[in-house]
């Protein structure tokens, strides 16, 4: 078996004969291919089954919900050397199956795309929040941060080398599935081509089932968490800068530079502020960093493994520097006879240098309560 086709289907019932027959007719062009189509279905309810079966395709039931999951399974029982799918609402040139077979096979890849974005879109069949904003920004950010050269990184017309996909390890069960597929390609090196395709109205009255903002949101996260280094780097370096100025702040005290006035307590909070977001991005990238899948630097790889018996001193400092900062405020307060005090600057500076390390402490602690478990399951 060359190829096998897969549609992923869940109450598709107004459709899905038209498109087994529109790649049928496709692939049937070609004399000498043998081909299969299956039909995932993720437990439609109305006559999808029946359709698949009377057209002449392998149903492949999934139990497991989402567009992932029903591409995983379908994908997972296919019987042909390379796998190519697409959604089965009608709106992908299917007559586009047979030439993204031979391009795929022509250049020898192990990923081949349909680009709607370099083809025909009908009008109404995209809506102008998707073409003009989502694909294109979710595309340079994968063609950024995997070196990718791609114009369409949603496009669910794809053919796939059944064994390169195999060492992929797809997970997704939900739509992020389309951005793990190419995130994790482009990570292994995996050869890409697209296509000249486009996009078609769907049927009238279709439900659709992607959610713009929700499904939008889980594609931008997954492709983020690929890339923990990103938060490493901007996380400390947006907290090394803030620091740096703040010890500034602590030996200048305000200042004017070229009629500015710098280093005053709004400066000072603002500093603050940037230290907390730069160790938050910082202990987000640590917390990535814990599925093993990526290299980081040698700090954090340190900080991760951190010996027990450090960590509780550092949280007994900790502990330590709040208490000395609770009694100094109480002692000046006691000696202005607790009346007003106007040491918000130092203030300010401590609770910067006590805050930063507090949260690195506590996310550590976290950090090392989260191994244990997962190494007791």
Request: proline share 3%; aromatic share 8%; net charge neutral.
């Amino acid at each position: 078996m060359k190829l096998t086709f897969v549609f992923p289907c869940l109450n598709e019932e107004a459709s899905l004969g038209t498109c087994i027959d529109q790649v049928r007719a496709s692939l049937s062009q070609d004399p000498d291919l043998e081909y299969e189509i299956v039909v995932a279905d993720n437990g439609s309810t109305d006559r999808s089954r029946e359709i698949a079966v009377e057209k002449g395709a392998r149903l492949v039931p999934v139990a497991k919900r989402g567009y992932g999951a029903a591409l995983r399974g379908g994908i997972e029982a296919a019987l042909g050397e390379r796998v190519m799918f697409a959604d089965a609402d009608s709106t992908y040139l299917y007559e586009d199956a047979l030439p993204l077979y031979r391009k795929a096979v022509e250049c020898d890849v192990d990923m081949a795309i349909a680009s709607r974005m370099t083809g025909r879109i009908e009008d109404g069949a995209m809506p102008p929040l998707h073409r003009h904003l989502g694909t294109p920004v979710l595309t340079g950010l994968i063609n950024l941060l995997f070196r990718g050269n791609l114009t369409d990184c949603n496009s669910g017309f794809r053919c796939l080398r059944k064994t390169a996909y195999e060492s992929w390890d797809i997970r997704s069960d939900g739509m992020e599935f389309a951005s793990e597929l190419l995130i994790k390609a482009l990570k292994k090196n995996a050869t890409t081509v697209e296509i000249d395709s486009g996009l078609r109205r769907g049927p009238e009255n279709r439900e659709a089932h992607l959610r713009t903002w929700r499904d939008g949101m889980r594609h931008l996260l997954f492709i983020l968490s690929e890339r923990p280094q990103l938060f490493e780097w901007i996380g400390l370096l947006v907290l090394g800068i803030s620091s740096a100025l703040q010890l500034i702040a602590l030996f200048t005290g305000p200042i004017e530079i070229a009629g500015l006035n710098i280093f005053d307590f709004h400066s000072q909070a603002l500093l603050l502020l940037a230290a907390l977001t730069g160790t938050q991005l910082y202990l987000f990238s640590c917390l990535l960093y814990l599925r093993g899948t990526e290299r980081s630097t040698r700090l954090t790889r340190k900080l991760i493994r951190l010996d027990e018996g450090v960590l509780f001193f550092l949280l007994l400092g900790l502990f330590a520097g709040v208490f000395g900062v609770v009694a100094f405020m109480i002692v000046a307060w006691a000696s202005a006879h607790f009346a007003g005090l106007r040491l918000i600057n130092t203030l300010l500076i401590l609770v910067h240098f006590l805050s930063v390390p507090g949260l690195l402490a506590i996310a550590l602690l976290g950090i090392h309560v989260f191994k244990k478990s997962a190494h007791e399951e």
